[in-house]
């Protein structure tokens, strides 16, 4: 009778038949998974920011505006470059003298979609949302990234809350 002191190719073979089903099993379950994360880190990182301006245009008795600001340090209507938050004395919705910014922008995963009705929205000295978009718009930040999307609805009152994708089909 001869010992063995290896694998036979057959064997190894079955193995990595048998790796490579569960790779292709798992792999589209991680992915979404991966999305899933994102959007829920994102939806955070924009009620946080909401929070932020809302909480300090009322402690200050300042406004506040959360906008994409471009290069020119105006607000933009491209939200995937990341959302600012800076105080707006004159609420001219630009960051200039004597205005402080108060967060910085946080890039968008150029894979995801982020869209908001208007190009900026100031948090009055009361708490309240001071926004340009037609009667009836639904204030809401929407980020999708592939299948999974969620959103941020944002009260005239200023409050915020994170929605779940039921509430609407696509990010546009």
């Not at 809302?54 to 470059?81: A, F, M």
Request: proline share 3%; aromatic share 6%.
């Amino acid at each position: 009778m001869r010992l063995s002191n290896g694998f036979t190719l057959l064997e190894v073979l079955i193995v990595i038949v048998i790796i490579g089903i569960v790779i292709g099993i798992a792999l589209p379950s991680m992915q979404a998974s991966t999305q899933k994360n994102r959007v829920d880190t994102m939806l955070n990182k924009i009620e946080k920011s909401l929070i932020l301006a809302r909480n300090h245009s009322q402690n200050y008795i300042k406004p506040v505006t959360v906008c994409p600001l471009g290069d020119n340090k105006e607000c933009s209507n491209n939200w995937s470059t990341g959302i600012d938050v800076f105080i707006d004395d004159n609420g001219n919705l630009k960051l200039e003298d004597p205005d402080t910014l108060l967060k910085g922008g946080f890039a968008v995963n150029a894979q995801d979609q982020i869209s908001f009705p208007a190009k900026g929205l100031t948090f009055n000295t009361d708490g309240q949302v001071s926004v340009s978009v037609a009667v009836g718009t639904t204030l809401r930040f929407r980020y999708c990234s592939g299948s999974q999307r969620g959103g941020v609805d944002i009260a005239s009152s200023g409050r915020t809350e994170v929605i779940d994708d039921s509430l609407f089909a696509n990010c546009d």
